[in-house]
């Protein structure tokens, strides 16, 4: 399947539309704070704006590493919050 395809088809306002609607999305995923933001608010956000129905990557690391990585995530968000160093 040749990506954005239909693209090409569409008038003027149907892109405008369409650019509208991506951008509420991207928005909203992110706006998503506090206990809001999770990996659902991920394939929410590639459901809305993407057309193929390609399911999202799946998670294939151990539940430590995964843990692991959310930790660091979170560290960075307070870090960028606090103006703080996340060099770990």
Known sequence: MKLDYD?????VGELRR???KMRQAVR???DADENARCW???LELYEKILPESKPAGKMTQ???ELLKNCKRYIRRQQCSLR???HSK
């Open 7 to 11: 693209l090409k088809e569409m008038t």
């Open 18 to 20: 369409l650019i509208m």
């Open 28 to 30: 909203r995923h992110r």
């Open 40 to 42: 659902h608010n991920d």
């Open 62 to 64: 151990s539940e430590k």
């Open 83 to 85: 103006g703080c160093s």
